[in-house]
C-alpha cells in the first residue's frame, strides 16, 4: 500500500469537503472511511479532545490504540463551539463544506442557534448534515444517550449471542457502532449523488438504535414468521446446519454448509459419505431440524482428524471451512499481506480500507492520527485568517493549537 502523496482524482472522494463533529467511534469510523478515499476531513474537537484519545492503554504519541484506529488522514482543530466566537469559525468553514457530521446530544446545535432547519439548510442549501445520536428525537427514548454495548443489550443482539448456559453476552466487536458508521457513510455518498440532480443536500437522520435493528439479520425475520424470540445459540446458525464449530484432534475449526452440494462434498472428505445419504439430513431444514444426531455425528468424526490440513481440504473441495485463529494469526496470515490490509508509516499500524477499486486507490496513510489541535493555524489559515487574528483567537480561548 502506497504512502505516496495523493493525486488529485486519483481518489474517489477527491474534492469532498467534510467538516466532522464527531467523537468516540461511530462518526469517527465514518469520516475515516471518507478521508481514505479521498474526502477532505476536518476534525473539530473541544479542548478536551475526543475522550476516546485516553481509552486505553495501549498508546502511541500519548493517543489510545482506540482512537489512532479510527482518525488517521484527518486534520484536527479545536474550537470552543459553545462561544459565539467559536460558532461563527464554524459557520465560516461550512462555506465550502460538502457534508456536517455530529453526533452532539441531541439539540445541542438548535440550543445554539445553528441548528440544520431553522439556519443551515438555509444559509447553506447544498449542505449534506449528518446527525448520529442514540435514539433520535422522538419516542419514549427520544434524546436518551446511547452507547454501543447498551443498545446491543435494547435491541435484543446480546440475547441471541453466547451460549445457552451463559445468558446475554454482548458482542466483543462494537458492530453497532461501526455499522451505523457504515450506514452513515452510505447514507452520505446517497444524499451527494442526489444532490447533483436537486442541486439541494438534506439531513440524514441516523441512530445507533435503527442501525441495531437492521443488522439484527436472521432473527427479527425468523421473528416475524415464527413469533418466537430467538435464542443464544453459541457457534452454531438458527437456520443453518451445520454451521459451527468444532474440535478436532489439532485445532478448532469453523464449518459453514449452506446447500446440499456442500453438504455432500463435506461428507466425502470427512470419509462419512453414509452421513449424506441418511434421510435425517437430507436438505437443510431437516439438518436444522435433526442438528443434535448431526452435530453428534460430525463432533465423532472431526475428532480424528487434523483441522488445519482438512480446513484446506475443504476450501479446496468448494467447501467454507477454517481453523479458528487468535488475532495476531489473523493479521499476520499470509492472506492478509497479499489484500494489503495493514498499512505502516512512521510507526503507525493499521487495517487499510478494504474497498479496492480498479481505478481509483485509497490514501494509504497520508496523515497520521492528528494531535490535539494539530491542524488548528493551518485549516483556520486556509479560509482566511491572518496569524494576528488567529493568535486572538487563541489568546481568547476560542480556538487551540497542539504544542509546539
Known amino acids: 500500500m502506497t504512502n505516496a502523496k495523493p493525486i488529485l482524482g486519483q481518489h474517489a472522494l477527491d474534492g469532498v469537503k467534510v467538516i466532522d463533529l464527531t467523537r468516540v467511534l461511530g462518526g469517527p469510523y465514518a469520516t475515516q472511511i471518507l478521508a481514505d478515499h479521498g474526502a477532505d476531513i476536518i476534525k473539530i474537537e473541544s479542548a478536551a479532545g475526543d475522550e476516546v484519545r485516553g481509552w486505553g492503554p495501549p498508546f502511541a504519541r500519548e493517543m489510545a490504540s482506540y482512537f489512532i484506529n479510527v482518525n488517521r488522514n484527518k486534520k484536527s482543530v479545536v474550537i470552543d463551539l459553545a462561544s459565539a466566537p467559536g460558532r461563527d469559525l464554524l459557520l465560516r468553514l461550512l462555506e465550502d463544506a460538502d457534508v456536517l457530521i455530529d ?57 441471541i449471542n453466547g451460549m445457552a448456559e451463559s445468558g446475554s453476552v454482548r458482542l466483543g466487536a462494537p458492530i453497532v457502532d461501526m455499522g451505523t458508521g457504515l450506514y452513515c457513510v452510505i447514507g452520505i455518498l446517497m444524499a451527494l449523488h442526489e444532490r447533483q440532480s436537486s442541486g439541494l ?106 483441522g488445519a490440513s482438512f480446513a484446506e481440504t475443504l476450501l479446496a473441495a468448494g467447501v467454507p471451512a477454517g481453523p479458528v485463529r487468535n488475532i495476531e494469526e489473523a493479521l499476520l496470515h499470509p492472506q492478509t499481506a497479499e489484500r494489503e490490509m495493514v498499512l505502516e508509516k512512521d510507526g503507525y499500524q493499521g487495517l487499510a480500507s478494504p474497498i479496492k477499486f480498479s481505478r481509483s486507490s485509497d490514501v494509504g496513510v497520508a496523515c497520521l492520527p492528528p494531535m490535539l489541535g494539530e491542524h488548528t493555524r493551518e485549516v483556520l489559515g486556509a479560509v482566511g485568517l491572518d ?3 488567529i493568535d486572538g483567537l487563541i489568546a481568547a480561548g476560542t480556538v487551540v493549537q497542539a504544542d509546539g
Not at 440544520?116 to 439548510?121: G, N
Not at 419516542?139 to 446511547?146: E, F, T
Not at 462419512?272 to 465423532?300: G, H, M, Q, W, Y
Request: hydrophobic letters at 40%; a negative charge; charged letters at 20%.
Open 103 to 159: 453526533n452532539f446530544k441531541t439539540g445541542t446545535l438548535e440550543k445554539w442557534g445553528i441548528g440544520y432547519e431553522a439556519v443551515l439548510k438555509h444559509r447553506f442549501p447544498r449542505l449534506v448534515h449528518c446527525r448520529i445520536s442514540g435514539f433520535g428525537e422522538a419516542g419514549p427514548l427520544g434524546g436518551a444517550p446511547g452507547y454501543d454495548a447498551v443498545v446491543q443489550a435494547m435491541t435484543g443482539m446480546m440475547s
Open 201 to 306: 443536500g438534506q439531513y440524514i437522520d441516523m441512530t445507533l438504535y435503527d442501525s441495531a435493528l437492521a443488522l439484527m439479520h436472521p432473527h427479527n425475520a425468523n421473528y416475524f414468521l415464527s413469533k418466537k424470540p430467538g435464542t443464544a445459540t453459541g457457534n452454531s446458525h438458527p437456520n443453518i446446519s451445520p454451521y459451527d464449530k468444532y474440535a478436532t484432534a489439532t485445532n478448532d475449526i469453523f464449518i459453514g454448509i449452506g446447500n446440499n452440494r456442500a453438504f455432500r462434498r463435506f461428507c466425502d472428505a470427512l470419509g462419512e459419505s453414509e452421513i449424506a445419504d441418511d434421510p435425517r439430513f437430507t436438505d437443510n431444514a431437516d439438518r436444522v431440524v435433526n442438528r443434535a444426531a448431526l452435530t453428534d455425528l460430525l463432533t465423532a468424526a472431526l475428532a480424528k482428524v487434523d
Open 387 to 389: 496569524d494576528a487574528e
